[in-house]
């Protein structure tokens, strides 16, 4: 799991039928860190994630994981270094916990096999991860949204994966489990040397929890960076059409930037 993992974007071009959301996207992610897909609504933010994570073949060009077009990898392969976490994922309610977590061995397991000592070790690493091994024989309609959404992070994480993939990830969770979700993320990336990227709207988690940010606008990459160089006063307002203020703010012992929109504007 603390392999470095390369993900490779080259000259994607992506469309739903025959309307082009995006044209020759190139990206390298290849170091662990925790990496924020941000831009306004319609930009192909989801879009690209899917590309990356081989839900979404592309119109033209290639994804590469670690050298290898990876809509050409065996499934399982592919899934053995990278999860993804969809924006609205489902079960049935009347599903436990943990069976939902054994869902994410099914990489490791044959068709006709059964979890053996390895898988169930995996299990409960992952739901000890994510704070929810008092809850694995709970339904998951009876679950809060916050426990719901960490069991299914779990989920991802029993893949024992390099690479989690979230889309949207804090979309309906209120304040509290938004940050805690957050906390939860950035404790694995560093715990377990995890590649993260994601796709979120609050601009504030961005720049608190991500190392790198990547904007999107109009189906282009706009801007590439850490935080301070792409969270600026100028590339939001061209960004969302709004001003906004920029401020450093400390907490505990560590500095991070602040967004506060506050107007909208014509760009």
């Given at each position: 799991m603390n392999a470095e993992v390369r993900l490779e974007a080259r000259?994607?071009?992506l469309s739903y039928g025959e309307k082009i959301i995006s044209a020759c996207l190139d990206i390298v992610i290849n170091q662990?860190?925790?990496?924020?897909i941000i831009g306004p609504n319609?930009?192909?933010?989801?879009?690209?994630l899917k590309a990356l994570s081989r839900l979404l073949p592309p119109a033209e060009g290639t994804v590469l994981l670690n050298g290898e077009d990876i809509h050409r990898m065996r499934p399982n392969a592919a899934a053995?270094?990278?999860s993804?976490?969809?924006?609205s994922a489902q079960a049935p309610g009347d599903m436990l916990v943990r069976d939902l977590i054994a869902n994410g061995r099914a990489p490791y397991i044959s068709l006709f096999g059964r979890p053996g000592k390895e898988d169930e070790a995996a299990i409960l690493s992952a739901a000890d991860a994510t704070g929810v091994t008092g809850l694995l024989f709970r339904r998951l309609d009876s679950l809060s949204g916050g426990e719901r959404q960490r069991a299914w992070l779990a989920l991802a994480l029993a893949q024992e994966p390099q690479l989690l993939m979230l889309d949207e990830p804090t979309t309906y969770l209120d304040v509290h489990h938004q940050l805690e979700f957050m906390k939860l993320v950035s404790r694995l990336y560093k715990e377990r040397k995890l590649t993260v990227v994601m796709v979120l709207h609050d601009l504030n988690h961005a720049a608190r929890y991500c190392q790198r940010i990547i904007a999107m606008k109009q189906g282009d990459i706009f801007a590439d960076g850490p935080a301070e160089t792409v969270l600026t006063a100028e590339s939001i307002r061209l960004l969302y059409g709004v001003e906004a203020t920029i401020m450093t703010i400390k907490q505990g012992n560590r500095e991070h930037l602040v967004c506060f929109p506050h107007d909208v504007c014509s760009v």
């Open positions: 000259q994607l071009t662990p860190e925790i990496i924020a319609g930009s192909g933010k989801s879009t690209f053995r270094l990278l993804v976490l969809p924006q």
